[in-house]
């Protein structure tokens, strides 16, 4: 490789590594059955998987049309129990980003760890109790692919206590917040500059009491209906839907091991977009 071209390459690595602080860039789960969840998702979004990473706990990563757009994995000893998806929020410095997360009122699992020359992680939890995790990009810089079939597209946080959320991450990633003008859901989006980035939905009597507060992480598909039919074929549960917004259709399900998550056709659109009330 020529020497003009390293430095093009790095400059481009450089400008690409870099996401605004708070953005969602990754996601994982751990799941007891990693082979299962293989099965299950490669049949449901169409992800194929790269070879599991000894060094790193068998971490292996899903792809999409050859993108990665997510990764699963074993539990680590003392680690087994409910499998979960886990949102990665962007941050230049996950040491800051760990500190400012126990300076407003949220607690650190899993201190910051660097992973080889990927990148450094961090799982933390907020007051109302939803997990995150946090990236601090490396030669790993996140999502290959966002919004096309089987990659990720969108999130919300799931809380029993909205207003702890808000304060929470507002404080710590500097989300503008507006209020969803509809009297029938209590929603907000967590805006960084102009763009919203995820969503806040207060959890209702509707889900059962032993569910935590969560992080809801949607992926793409072609047809909504036709991948509730083979989630639901292969095992998971229909939690909501299908059922079409002016966002997309979208439905609600848990996977096989427990691990809920959203699939949404972004192209199957509905009604007119919800006003929404600046907040911040």
């Known amino acids: 490789m020529k020497p003009e071209r390293i430095v093009t390459k790095r400059e481009e690595w450089n400008a690409m590594a870099v996401q605004p602080e708070g953005t969602p860039c990754w ?63 962007a941050s230049p410095d996950a040491a800051a980003t760990a500190q400012k997360i126990r300076g407003d009122g949220g607690e650190v699992l899993m201190e910051p760890m660097q992973v080889g020359d990927f990148g450094t992680m961090a799982i933390a939890r907020d007051p109302s109790g939803v997990v995150f995790g946090v990236w601090q990009p490396g030669r790993h810089e996140g999502f ?35 209020q969803l003008d509809d009297d029938a859901v209590d929603f907000r989006l967590y805006d960084l500059g102009e763009d919203p980035v995820l969503g806040r939905m207060r959890m209702t009597d509707d889900f059962p ?32 839907g299908p059922m079409s917004s002016p966002f ?33």
């Open 27 to 89: 996601a994982d789960a751990m799941f007891s059955d990693v082979e299962g969840a293989k099965s299950f998702y490669g049949e449901v979004l169409g992800w194929t998987f790269g070879e599991s990473s000894s060094e790193y706990g068998n971490y292996t990563q899903a792809y999409a049309n050859g993108k990665a757009v997510a990764a699963v994995v074993p539990p680590m000893p003392g680690q087994e129990g409910q499998s979960a998806w886990c949102l990665y929020l």
């Open 144 to 178: 290959e692919a966002r919004g096309v079939p089987g990659a990720y597209c969108w999130a919300e946080v799931f809380t029993r206590e909205p207003e702890k959320s808000d304060a929470f991450f507002s404080a710590v990633f500097g989300y503008r917040m507006k």
């Open 209 to 240: 009491p032993e569910v935590p507060s969560y992080f809801n992480v949607y992926f793409t598909v072609e047809d909504c209906d036709a991948a509730v039919a083979k989630a639901t074929e292969r095992g998971a549960i229909l939690r909501f």
């Open 248 to 280: 997309g259709r979208f439905a609600a399900l848990s996977d096989p091991q427990g691990a809920a998550f959203s699939v949404i056709d972004v192209k199957t659109t509905e009604g007119a977009m919800p006003k929404a009330t600046d907040v911040s």
